[in-house]
Structure formats: structure tokens, C-alpha cells
């Protein structure tokens, strides 16, 4: 890399550190056991809760987004309960994976990558259903759902079912309210929007959700959480210092909370006018302020794009699954200003100006 220019972490996960999440990073080691680590983790947990606005409790475990997904399958529904999962994208197939592994039969609504759901999409599949599994921002496309629309749809016709949300790349880039927006659970992970290191899942469960528990399992087991996380404990050893960052990064940006949204939206904008100056066709129906999704320019590969930016010291990613080949995706999501968009803004224009 060239020394004019610095290194830029420009992908959907992980992101640029914030610097709070350094700072607590640096500081000694914490025993998980001790009091300072019980007030850590509980101020943790409080600003979790207040991010996802629920009255429930948020859960912090010790492992990535998929970890998360995986406890919620698993302790909110039975062995061959029914549930119905969208398909639209790399991650809302995963939910569509995870479940059927747990047992579930799951009801596949299939959807052209890079398309959203709508309500009217749910008006068709007949129940009953345990239950909705949906991605709120499905960062392999760009896309963003109307999570709040689609679970009142839903419910209107399945009333007792939970809706769950995958919140990874959403939470703290993009509006959310758990029970206000009829959701009953929600995950997210720490190296997206809350802008630490990989190595937390936090899973946000109404009360509606804390009665529906269906325990199982031995380490994702959510009823063994609940009983000591209230304490500023967990079941197991937790990634404390993961857990001290998430705290320091909450304290600094809930009072704030909604500048910071205005903020990744109005990045996300200056990059896709980047993009239509370049004449790159976006892959989102409906864009998500996670990430930026472009096809290719005709007649150039993802290894000539992905090397445009690298001599630039910028790392961005490719597409996933039928994507694979065919997209790339820029993002901001990680600590960054006004100012880092119009550079990553130039940057495409540099990189991309060349090729094809």
C-alpha cells in the first residue's frame, strides 16, 4: 500500500473500531467475576436495552450474530413446530438453515435476491405458524425490510406466533423498536453497528418471548442466562472486555442515537450518487444505511475491483451465495463522519474510473 494513503476497514462487519471501544479495550484485564465487571456488565446490558427499546432483556453471549440466531431458534421454538422464513439474501438464508437444522419445518418464501419483503407477501402461505423469522437489514444484498409492516401483517393473521428479527447490521445504523414494532425477539453483534470487535451476540427478548422460552441445549441456553445476566453475571466466561467496550460505545452514543442514524443515512446516500455517477446499478430494492451493494461494471471482475481499492488501502468485500461473483459492496457502517463518506466517495472514483 501506497504511503499516501491510510488503511480503510470498508466492509459490512467487521468495522473501524470506535475509539471508546479501544480505550476499553486497553485497560487491564478484568476478572468476569468481580464486582467492577458486574457493574460493566450490567451498564452494557441497560444501554443494549435502551438500543433496541424493549422492555424485555437483552442477553449478551459470548460469540458472533450466528451464535445469536442460532439460541433464538433453538430456546423460542420446538422440534417440528412450523415457521415461516422469507428468502431474499445470504442471511435470511441462514435463519432458513439454522432452523431447519433445530428441527423445524420450515416454509421457504422465495424472493429475488436483493428484492424486500412485502406485506402482501404473506398474505398467501397458509398456517398455522409457530412462528416469522425475518432480516431486518440483509447486508448481502443492501436490502432493508419493513420489519414493523411485515409483523403486523403477519400477526393479523397468526396472532400467537413470534416474529424474530436478525437486527445484526440494523441495530444502531438504522431505526428499531422491539415491541413497539410488534418484533417479540431481536439479535444483533458487536462488530457492526456498535463498532467493536467481533466476539458478542446480543439477543433482545420481549416479555411475550421470555414466557414463550422453550429451553434447550447446554451453552446457548437462554432460561440459564436469564437467571444470572440480571446480576451483571453469565452462565459461562464472557468476552468481558467485548462486554467493557460495548458499554463505553453506548455510553457515548445513545445520547446521541439519533444524529447517528441521520449520519449513516446521508453516507450511504453520498456513496450510491457515487455509484450512479460511475454508472454502477445498485442490487437493493429498498437500500439499507448498512451498506452500499453495486453489480460489477460490465466486462470487470470483483478481483480487479477488489485491487483498485486495496491500492488505495481500502478493504471492501464481494457478493455471497448467488451474489458470489457479481457484486461488491462498500460500507461505512463503522466509526466514521461526514467527511470519511465524501472520501470513500472519491475513492470509488478513483478505483473505479480505470476499469472496464
Not at 38 to 60: D, I, P, S, Y
Not at 270 to 277: H, K, P, R, T
Not at 290 to 306: E, I, M, N
Request: positive net charge; charged residues 20%; contains cysteine.
Amino acid at each position: 500500500m501506497s504511503a499516501m494513503y491510510r488503511s480503510r476497514l470498508l466492509t459490512p462487519g467487521p468495522v473501524e473500531l470506535h475509539p471508546k471501544a479501544q480505550e476499553a479495550l486497553s485497560r487491564p484485564q478484568l476478572h468476569h467475576r468481580s464486582e467492577t465487571a458486574k457493574k460493566v456488565f450490567l451498564q452494557a446490558k441497560a444501554g443494549l436495552e435502551a438500543a433496541f427499546r424493549t422492555k424485555g432483556q437483552v442477553l449478551l453471549l459470548t460469540g458472533s450474530g450466528t451464535a445469536g440466531m442460532d439460541a433464538l431458534v433453538h430456546n423460542l421454538f420446538a422440534p417440528g413446530e412450523r415457521v415461516l422464513v422469507p428468502v431474499h439474501g445470504n442471511f435470511s438464508e441462514r435463519w432458513a438453515k439454522i432452523a431447519q437444522q433445530a428441527g423445524l419445518r420450515v416454509e421457504r418464501m422465495e424472493l429475488e435476491w436483493g428484492r424486500v419483503v412485502r406485506p402482501e407477501h404473506l398474505e398467501s402461505p397458509s398456517g398455522p405458524f409457530a412462528g416469522l423469522l425475518l432480516t431486518h437489514s440483509e447486508s448481502s444484498t443492501g436490502a432493508l425490510n419493513d420489519v414493523q409492516a411485515l409483523a403486523r401483517a403477519f400477526k393479523a393473521h397468526f396472532p400467537e406466533a413470534l416474529v424474530v428479527v436478525d437486527a445484526i447490521t440494523s441495530l444502531c445504523v438504522s431505526p428499531f423498536a422491539l415491541e413497539d414494532w410488534g418484533l417479540d425477539a431481536a439479535v444483533a453483534g458487536s462488530q457492526k453497528g456498535l463498532m467493536c470487535p467481533p466476539g458478542l451476540a446480543y439477543l433482545a427478548l420481549s416479555p411475550r418471548a421470555i414466557e414463550r422460552l422453550k429451553p434447550r441445549g447446554f451453552y446457548l441456553n437462554l432460561a440459564s442466562e436469564l437467571k444470572v445476566q440480571s446480576t451483571g453475571e453469565s452462565a459461562w466466561t464472557p468476552a468481558i472486555n467485548l462486554v467493557a467496550a460495548t458499554a463505553a460505545v453506548l455510553e457515548e452514543l445513545l445520547p446521541r442515537l439519533e444524529e447517528h442514524l441521520a449520519l449513516k443515512q446521508a453516507q450511504n446516500q453520498i456513496l450510491y450518487a457515487a455509484g450512479q455517477e460511475l454508472g454502477l446499478k445498485p442490487v437493493p430494492e429498498v437500500k439499507s444505511p448498512a451498506t452500499t451493494c453495486f453489480y460489477l461494471p460490465q466486462g470487470v471482475s470483483y478481483a480487479q475491483v477488489k485491487e483498485a481499492f486495496a491500492k488505495r488501502g481500502a478493504t471492501i468485500i464481494g457478493g455471497q451465495g448467488q451474489l458470489k461473483g457479481k457484486v461488491f459492496r462498500v460500507s461505512l457502517m463503522g466509526y466514521s463522519d461526514l467527511y470519511d463518506a465524501y472520501a470513500v466517495a472519491q475513492l470509488m472514483r478513483e478505483a473505479l474510473g480505470g476499469l472496464g
